[in-house]
């Protein structure tokens, strides 16, 4: 806390207490992930969105890939003192990628397949509607399959010829069958054995909003509900769903925003205590 003081005229001056700015840890760009920690009992919000705050203080957020270059953080400790932090959000170019040869029902669907799409798609998002209020994140990330990276973060595709959503994730390419493990502790929050354009599907819970996403694999290890270790084989690498060749699809998401795995693990590696 420092003090500042404001004097108007000759004789009025006012002294008011200002927080000092709060450390961040992280990275502070599209796709990234942020931690910072303030005094417990503190109330945190980014852009107006409420972010979970532990009992020690500890809180986290992330960045979407079309997060705008600039975003406000603000915080209320349990004694009233309101405090806002302007950051500045690093922009990123982003690759364009085609990829041919995937089955044409999943690039062009019927609209009895759209439906089930739609469908299935309400079910991820259902799942990462719900966090558990438990820092599972704290474990940090690690890479949950060895094989080639085939695909990164991201990228503008080009499906079969068409225009089509950015990359949400990355995409490990290695032999069907080749373990996946998961990235950091969490809660299983959904297994579903075939979607239509992800395949075998698990989610992962890491709480205070934060989810992992494997899709693709050829075989599924745990059940809905699980509690999870960092490191336990949840599933196998396949090429199950929308994919033209076995590869394990990697998600990280903060409430929906979708973050580059690459940076998370960067930012926030397995095995690293993250300093208060
Ligand atoms: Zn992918």
Not at 83 to 111: A, C, H, K, M, Y
Not at 229 to 237: F, N, P, S, T, V
Request: aromatic residues 6%.
């Amino acid at each position: 806390m420092r003090f500042l003081v404001a004097c108007v005229g000759l004789y009025l001056c006012i002294t008011s207490a200002v927080a000092d700015p709060i450390a961040l840890r992280g990275r502070l760009e599209q796709g990234g992930i942020v931690v910072g920690s303030v005094a417990p009992g503190t109330s945190v919000t980014i852009d107006g969105r409420a972010v979970s705050v532990s009992n020690t203080g500890r809180f986290v957020f992330g960045l979407d890939r079309d997060a705008k270059t600039s975003a406000t953080l603000a915080m209320r400790t349990s004694d009233g003192v309101e405090t806002t932090q302007v950051v500045s959000v690093g922009p990123r170019d982003w690759l364009i990628e085609r990829v041919d040869g995937l089955p044409q029902n999943t690039v062009t669907p019927n609209p009895e397949t759209v439906k089930r799409i739609r469908a299935e798609g309400g079910m991820i998002v259902a799942a990462r509607n719900r966090t558990e209020p438990v820092p599972f994140f704290e474990t940090g990330f690690l890479q949950p399959a060895q094989g080639r990276i085939s695909g990164v973060f991201g990228s503008q595709r080009i499906l079969n010829g068409r225009p089509r959503s950015p990359h949400s994730g990355l995409d490990i390419a290695a032999p069907t069958g080749t373990p996946v493990l998961a990235t950091a502790d969490g809660v299983v929050s959904l297994v579903h054995d075939g979607m239509i354009l992800t395949g075998k599907t698990v989610m992962i819970d890491h709480g205070f909003g934060l989810d992992s996403v494997y899709i693709h694999m050829s075989e599924i290890a745990v059940a809905q509900g699980q509690r999870i270790r960092q490191g336990e084989q949840i599933g196998a690498i396949g090429m199950t769903g929308r994919t033209n060749g076995p590869h394990l699809h990697f998600g990280i998401s903060w409430y929906g925003a979708k973050l580059d795995p690459q940076t998370v693990m960067s930012a926030l590696p397995a095995g690293q205590d993250i300093p208060q």
